[in-house]
């Protein structure tokens, strides 16, 4: 009976320290949806983002976003949107043309 609550007891111990919550990081980049790329070309349209501070469409360098499917919140008409990401480049689209991302995490700042 000992040894019984002995070993139970060391399991629930190694237990309770084996399951460690994650630490949840937040997106990092500060930036700003400007608005939909409205251009006819094959590399065009979509959403753009700077990490700049000029909220204007086309008011500077600009991304256009590859993965907007994965956020269908930002469907919307009213721009800017003031965001936080982690992106990366992506190196296989029009890559000669306009540089496009993907973007890993988003969070919109209110």
């Known amino acids: 009976m000992k040894r019984s609550v002995l070993l139970l007891s060391l399991w629930g111990t190694l237990l309770l320290f084996s399951c460690q919550s994650e630490s949840v990081q937040k997106a990092q980049t500060e930036a700003i949806i400007t608005g939909y790329d409205l251009a006819l070309c094959a ?37 800017p949107i003031y965001i936080r990401m982690d992106f990366t480049i992506d190196t296989e689209r029009c890559v000669n043309i306009r540089p496009w991302i993907n973007v890993s995490a988003l969070e919109v700042i209110e």
């Open 43 to 79: 590399c065009c349209g979509g959403l753009m983002i700077t990490t700049g501070e000029n909220p204007e469409k086309y008011g500077g360098e600009f991304y256009m976003l590859s993965n907007e499917h994965d956020f269908p919140d930002l469907d919307r008409s009213e721009f």
